[in-house]
């Protein structure tokens, strides 16, 4: 089992940067990947970003592409969404997610909340 903790989500102003912490813990050393989904108000969750556990591989959905970096600390057992340039868009609330495989997104962490004023 693996279990998820978020943390750093606030308030920003747009085009102002934030930093999105995951603490994980548990059977992480059996992860495939890690990675954030969010959700905006009234809307569907969707995928940001993913890195894999092991060799850092990175994958981005388009929308967040060249303005949020994923990274991961193994040895913290922590991952990391640097979110730059933020837009009113960006408002949702980000979930920490880890992938046993590459199937299928298998953990979820609580969620933060992330406001982005304009």
């Known amino acids: 089992q693996v279990q998820l903790v978020e943390s750093g989500g606030g308030l920003v102003q747009s085009g102002g940067s934030l930093r999105l912490s995951c603490a994980a813990s548990?059977?992480?050393?059996?992860?495939?990947?890690v990675g954030w989904f969010r959700q905006a108000p009234g809307k569907e969750r969707v995928f940001a970003a993913r890195?894999?556990?092991?060799?850092?591989?990175?994958y981005y959905a388009d929308s967040v592409k060249g303005r949020f970096f994923i990274s991961r600390d193994n040895a913290k057992n922590t991952v990391y969404l640097q979110m730059n340039s933020l837009k009113p868009e960006d408002t949702a609330v980000y979930y920490c997610?880890?992938?046993?495989?590459?199937?299928?997104?298998?953990?979820w962490g609580q969620g933060t909340q992330v406001t982005v004023s304009s």
């Open positions: 997610v880890a992938m046993r495989s590459g199937a299928s997104y298998d953990y």
């Open positions: 548990g059977r992480t050393f059996s992860l495939y990947a």
């Open positions: 890195i894999t556990w092991s060799g850092g591989r990175t």
